[in-house]
Nanobody, 124 residues
Framework: QVQLVESGGGLVQAGGSLRLSCAAS????????MAWFRQAPGKEREFIAR????????YYADSMKGRFTIARDNAKDTLYLQMNNLKPEDMAIYYC?????????????????WGQGTQVTVSS
């Protein structure tokens, strides 16, 4: 079964950029659709974006379009989230997740495997 490990989080000034990575193990990365979520303290886990198994199709929450970009490199078994023009309200733990299915979904319970998360802190 695939295992996921996020990295790339940290402290960034408002207006800055970060690129998060999610490294997969198990040699079956390309059989999963992948997604990014985030969760701020005291709030529900929030869908950011999803990418198809091949990487040919991407889907974004409306509020995430423009500043965030999801991508994957199946040859490296890695998922990415490019985040630009970061704002204090982007402060959260960011998670990657894997889905064996092909139906587009933003519901956390529909995802089969989760990483441990990486903290993003944005200073003003």
């Amino acid at each position: 079964q695939v295992q996921l490990v996020e990295s790339g989080g940290g402290l960034v000034q408002a207006g800055g950029s970060l690129r998060l990575s999610c490294a997969a193990s198990g040699h079956i990365f390309s059989t999963y659709a992948m997604a990014w979520f985030r969760q701020a303290p005291g709030k529900e886990r929030e869908f950011i974006a999803r990418i198809s198994r091949s990487g040919d199709n991407t889907y974004y929450a409306d509020s995430m379009k423009g500043r965030f970009t999801i991508a994957r490199d199946n040859a490296k078994d890695t998922l990415y989230l490019q985040m630009n023009n970061l704002k204090p309200e982007d402060m959260a733990i960011y998670y990657c997740a894997a889905d064996r299915g092909v139906v587009i979904t933003s519901v956390p319970s529909n995802y089969d495997i989760w990483g441990q998360g990486t903290q993003v802190t944005v200073s003003s």
